[in-house]
């Protein structure tokens, strides 16, 4: 017995020592946290700038984080003063969380060390900056610690937010494992500031760039009441040599209150803007030669009392998908698809519902292949915020949506995601770590499948001004292709090469459907035409006073994506012009006009109705494969067929007269097939007017 109560004295002795060292220990670390009283500060000049400068920080940060970048410049100085305040260290965490993850993060860290108390949601927002930081185990870990101090009543508000904040970190956790294979870069200072600059829209070559931002500058110098940032202007960057020219394109495109960049045109003709009126309207606006015009307000079946906040023009000009909260939706904010009808007006949405969650859907981009959806979720597989996602159109539905994966993803808000036609370029909007500020611009590169070089930049990417980051995944990457040929140039008078200002139809010549109709641009000619693959396509470029041009492009399924300039020279519609009529088509061998041939056609009999005075010769011509007398039989039988086809619609027989040249007037080598192939034609010559 004596042994045993020795051993218990030895026991209580133990844990006296034991809870004596715990308590003093937990004495020391609160005594770490130092509370701005006068009787810790024997510099009261000091202290009480100090508790000036909390007090003004304060004013801005309870008014939103819109505000925190201001918030965070007083409440540095006291920090400064006083670096182990807990409270304070969470505050200028909180304020770091929308300029720089790293810092908020280690501000966050200081303040769990020197109070986890200071603040009931601490160990929330230590989750978040765990999370957003891409250290999804430390994340899961701070969640479910916020998660333990919660009420019943406490969790059962938060459960569905606070459970998906750790399903996002799982996904996280797989998609870093597999990345995609990529650079992601920084534009630099040239584009991007210390405010949020976002929704990057470029033409189809990337020779201009329109996009959103929020700084001091904004027409107007205002501030949004509502979340303490300044209204949105939409701005323009130019390439300019390696880098871009930024100019802010003032009134009536921007106002004093929000405007913000949308979509753009596939010609680059037509922007799409939003205006923060009536909760949040689309509009559109013409460029008219280098100036844009006042932007229009959208049709009611687009527009509504709800908030209308993202649009994508498909490349057929007639098809738009646009994102809304309208009453009818799946979860907040939906995409929608509309078609512009043959009175140019635009149809009832439809919801695309199986593209839609109980979450947000948001900044929708369609690629001008016609058939490739990019846009972003806070549902689906996300790991953190807004995810890129994409889906193709195939079989009459659309795909389940992909996560384009992380690096292109993070954890915090990754959006507006525009690709270029190659689809070698992409330009999104992100607020990664290492950005300038708010909100960043950043260029997605897919690299082609070669060795990169570590110690030179790649000649893909040269151009680019100020890269901040860069991320490079693997030695040998794959180059993402779309199926499209660009076809671009300028439409110019034959005679004074002066840019004219003309109307591009493109047809699909094997069904005879009107696709799409483009304008050039009245003050540089210039034009820009996107061809989806796996088409037959006429294109007529008409202008008051000129004979119409026509071009052919038939573009099989397989064809690899390619960029074709091509400058368009009009001819007034004078005695001697003649024009080829590259979309009229014979059966092989024979002057049987084939069903392709039915568009042009008709344009041609247009033209002579037009002009009811006009008198025309109607040529054939061949390459010089057989001999000369077969051939301009041939020529002249398929230059025929076309006379009487323009008879049959109503056209004079004395107004036209028909020949068959053979081979004898080439105009280009016959030694090549492409040579022959352009040889073989048919023109149109005003005799008359």
Not at 27 to 42: I, R
Not at 339 to 358: A, C, Q, R, S
Not at 486 to 509: C, F, H, M, Y
Not at 593 to 612: F, H, I, V, Y
Request: a negative charge.
């Amino acid at each position: 017995m004596l042994k045993g109560e020795k051993i218990m004295k030895i026991f209580k002795y133990t844990a006296v020592i034991c809870l004596t060292f715990i308590l003093t220990s937990m004495m020391a670390l609160q005594a770490q946290n130092v509370e701005f009283d006068k009787k810790n500060f024997s510099d009261k000049k000091g202290l009480k700038q100090a508790l000036s400068n909390i007090k003004e920080g304060d004013g801005y940060f309870e008014r939103g984080k819109g505000m925190y970048v201001d918030a965070l410049n007083f409440y540095l100085k006291a920090n400064e003063f006083n670096p182990k305040n807990a409270l304070l260290n969470y505050k200028v965490g909180m304020c770091y969380s929308v300029l720089d993850k790293e810092k908020s993060l280690n501000y966050l860290k200081i303040a769990e060390d020197l109070n986890p108390h200071c603040a009931p949601d601490l160990y929330f927002q230590l989750g978040k900056a765990y999370h957003q930081n891409h250290q999804f185990e430390m994340a899961i870990e701070k969640y479910k610690a916020y998660k333990n101090k919660l009420t019943p009543k406490e969790y059962n508000s938060v459960a569905p937010s606070l459970n998906k904040k750790i399903s996002e970190c799982e996904v996280g956790i797989e998609l870093v494992k597999k990345p995609a294979k990529v650079f992601i870069d920084n534009l630099g200072t040239s584009i991007n500031t210390m405010y949020p600059e976002y929704c990057p829209i470029i033409n189809a070559d990337e020779s201009m760039m329109i996009f959103t931002s929020r700084r001091e500058s904004t027409t107007g110098g205002k501030r949004d009441p509502q979340d303490g940032k300044f209204y949105e202007d939409i701005l323009i960057a130019d390439r300019a040599g390696e880098g871009w020219k930024v100019t802010n394109p003032g009134k009536p495109l921007n106002s004093d209150l929000h405007d913000a960049t949308v979509g753009l045109s596939p010609d680059g003709q037509t922007l799409y803007v939003y205006k923060g009126e009536n909760g949040g309207d689309l509009y559109e606006c013409k460029l008219k030669g280098t100036e844009w015009g006042k932007p229009d307000r959208m049709s009611k079946s687009i527009n509504t009392k709800f908030h209308e906040s993202s649009a994508s023009l498909g490349p057929d000009g007639r098809t738009l998908y646009f994102v809304s909260d309208r009453e009818d939706g799946v979860g907040g904010r939906d995409i929608y698809i509309t078609y512009l009808d043959d009175k140019g007006k635009w149809g009832e949405p439809i919801n695309l519902k199986e593209l839609n969650t109980i979450y947000d859907e948001e900044a929708v981009f369609i690629h001008p292949d016609g058939r490739t959806l990019y846009f972003s979720s806070k549902g689906h597989k996300t790991m953190g915020g807004f995810d890129i996602f994409k889906s193709v159109y195939e079989n009459g539905k659309w795909s389940e949506p992909e996560n384009l994966g992380y690096p292109i993803n993070t954890a915090d808000d990754d959006v507006f995601f525009s690709i270029s036609a190659s689809g070698q370029h992409a330009y999104m909007s992100s607020a990664r770590a290492g950005g300038v500020g708010e909100q960043d611009i950043f260029l997605v590169t897919f690299l082609l499948e070669k060795p990169l070089s570590t110690n030179s930049e790649d000649n893909l990417i040269a151009w680019r001004t100020e890269p901040v980051s860069e991320t490079v995944i693997e030695n040998t990457v794959d180059v993402m292709t779309a199926s499209l040929t660009l076809l671009k140039g300028r439409v110019l008078d034959e005679s004074t090469k002066e840019p004219v200002e003309a109307q591009i139809i493109l047809t699909d010549n094997t069904t005879g459907e009107q696709l799409a109709t483009f304008t050039s641009n009245s003050a540089t000619g210039k034009y820009l035409v996107s061809l989806p693959s796996g088409k037959n396509y006429g294109i007529a470029v008409n202008a008051d006073g000129y004979l119409f041009h026509s071009e052919n492009f038939d573009i099989p399924n397989a064809a690899a994506y390619q960029e074709i300039e091509k400058d368009i020279y009009l001819k007034k519609v004078e005695v001697g012009k003649e024009i080829v009529l590259r979309n009229i088509f014979f059966d092989f061998n024979k002057a049987t006009l084939r069903p392709e041939s039915k568009s042009e056609l008709e344009r041609l009999a247009q033209l002579m109705k037009d002009n009811p005075t006009l008198e025309i010769e109607i040529s054939g011509h061949t390459d010089n494969i057989g001999s000369a007398a077969y051939n301009k039989t041939l020529s002249e039988q398929r230059a025929k067929s076309v006379v009487d086809y323009l008879i049959g619609v109503g056209i004079s027989s004395g107004r036209m007269t028909y020949v068959g040249y053979g081979f004898d007037k080439p105009i280009a080598s016959n030694a090549t097939d492409e040579g022959r192939q352009l040889n073989r034609r048919t023109e149109f010559k005003i005799t008359k007017k």
